[in-house]
């Protein structure tokens, strides 16, 4: 699945079946261009499986699509945290943000999607750059580049909650597929995706992909999901996870998120998931080396309407 790159450097990854928004670094790679790369909205993921003890708190039930539990540590003692003072309002939000949760029951097993901590940004680094370097076919000598990179964009994006946060999914599989891995342990979850929230204009990008997205109303970005790991419905729900967290976190009703014109199944998720093209690159983008990109947009439903969770395997 993809939803577009940005990051502050640049880039055009994006294979037709991965999801990733704009992600950029602040500095540009002379190969590519993009905000994570912008050149490359919606890049999908080759990830190696990695495995979490990720043990929720939360008593929800299977059928409940969000709930709230603690994390074990605050985003105020976030290492990654810079000096500056929280309002008020701010400390509320970082809150909400660290209190919030998504689950849902998928075919082939569960789902649970919160906000990235600290610890895990790593992980989240390894799946992000592993899916740029599969998409732009480029070297495994890049890899490393490309991580570092990556995480300097994670580490100057984190600096800025809660006017953005990072959200990752976590996969378990149900028994009869768990028994084909035998080695590993029961509570062992697997890192299955990732995307990008941006609510408002202190967290927009300095240099969003084309066309330019509203810098005031929330954005959805750099959504990827592992490959082995895809067509499972977890790109549709770290999509609706994201609108529930902004229906939260905002009161602006409007979302926008870009989808490349050569990606044909995100652009059909996006569509099903009620999102309308609103402008789309000109021709001349391709001077630039980059892929044609739609700027799509969503009315969200009004704060306390129910959201549509129905399922979908589109990926």
Same mark, same amino acid.
């Given at each position: 699945?993809?939803?577009?790159?940005?990051?502050?450097?640049?880039?055009?990854?994006?294979?037709?079946?991965?999801?990733?928004?704009?992600?950029?670094?602040?500095?540009?790679?002379?190969?590519?261009?993009?905000?994570?790369?912008?050149?490359?909205?919606?890049?999908?993921?080759?990830?190696?499986?990695?495995?979490?003890?990720?043990?929720?708190?939360?008593?929800?039930?299977?059928?409940?699509?969000?709930?709230?539990?603690?994390?074990?540590?605050?985003?105020?003692?976030?290492?990654?945290?810079?000096?500056?003072?929280?309002?008020?309002?701010?400390?509320?939000?970082?809150?909400?943000?660290?209190?919030?949760?998504?689950?849902?029951?998928?075919?082939?097993?569960?789902?649970?999607?919160?906000?990235?901590?600290?610890?895990?940004?790593?992980?989240?680094?390894?799946?992000?750059?592993?899916?740029?370097?599969?998409?732009?076919?480029?070297?495994?000598?890049?890899?490393?580049?490309?991580?570092?990179?990556?995480?300097?964009?994670?580490?100057?994006?984190?600096?800025?909650?809660?006017?953005?946060?990072?959200?990752?999914?976590?996969?378990?599989?149900?028994?009869?597929?768990?028994?084909?891995?035998?080695?590993? =342990? #029961?509570?062992?979850?697997?890192?299955?995706? @990732?995307? $990008? +929230?941006?609510?408002?204009? *202190?967290?927009?990008? /300095?240099? &969003?992909?084309?066309?330019?997205?509203?810098?005031?109303?929330?954005?959805?970005?750099?959504?990827?999901?592992?490959?082995?790991?895809?067509?499972?419905?977890?790109?549709?729900?770290?999509?609706?996870?994201? =609108? #529930?967290?902004?229906?939260?976190?905002?009161? @602006?009703? $409007? +979302?926008?998120?870009?989808? *490349?014109?050569?990606? /044909?199944? &995100?652009?059909?998720?996006?569509?099903?998931?009620?999102?309308?093209?609103?402008?789309?690159?000109?021709?001349?983008?391709?001077?630039?080396?980059?892929?044609?990109?739609?700027?799509?947009?969503?009315?969200?439903?009004?704060?306390?309407?129910?959201?549509?969770?129905?399922?979908?395997?589109?990926?």
């Amino acid at each position: 699945m993809a939803a577009t790159v940005s990051l502050s450097f640049s880039i055009d990854p994006q294979p037709q079946h991965h999801y990733f928004s704009h992600f950029k670094p602040h500095q540009t790679l002379p190969f590519t261009s993009s905000p994570l790369f912008p050149k490359y909205p919606l890049l999908t993921i080759a990830h190696r499986h990695n495995r979490y003890a990720f043990k929720s708190s939360s008593s929800s039930s299977p059928s409940t699509p969000s709930t709230t539990a603690t994390t074990s540590s605050s985003f105020l003692e976030d290492p990654f945290r810079t000096g500056r003072f929280l309002s008020n309002e701010e400390l509320e939000k970082l809150k909400l943000l660290e209190d919030f949760r998504y689950y849902r029951e998928l075919e082939s097993g569960s789902l649970w999607i919160r906000v990235m901590r600290a610890e895990e940004m790593d992980d989240t680094v390894a799946l992000l750059a592993e899916s740029f370097a599969e998409s732009m076919v480029w070297p495994s000598g890049y890899l490393s580049l490309l991580r570092f990179l990556v995480k300097q964009y994670l580490i100057e994006r984190r600096a800025l909650m809660p006017h953005t946060a990072t959200l990752i999914g976590f996969y378990r599989g149900k028994e009869n597929e768990r028994l084909e891995h035998e080695e590993e =342990e #029961e509570e062992e979850e697997e890192l299955a995706g @990732t995307v $990008e +929230v941006c609510f408002d204009k *202190r967290g927009a990008n /300095a240099s &969003p992909p084309t066309p330019t997205p509203p810098k005031n109303s929330p954005y959805i970005c750099n959504m990827s999901v592992d490959k082995p790991l895809r067509r499972r419905g977890i790109g549709w729900h770290l999509l609706k996870a994201s =609108e #529930e967290l902004i229906s939260q976190m905002n009161s @602006t009703r $409007e +979302v926008y998120l870009h989808c *490349r014109m050569i990606d /044909a199944a &995100p652009f059909n998720m996006y569509i099903k998931a009620g999102y309308k093209v609103v402008n789309t690159d000109s021709i001349f983008i391709l001077l630039m080396l980059q892929r044609r990109k739609h700027l799509m947009c969503k009315k969200l439903p009004v704060l306390g309407s129910p959201f549509d969770m129905s399922d979908s395997d589109e990926e």
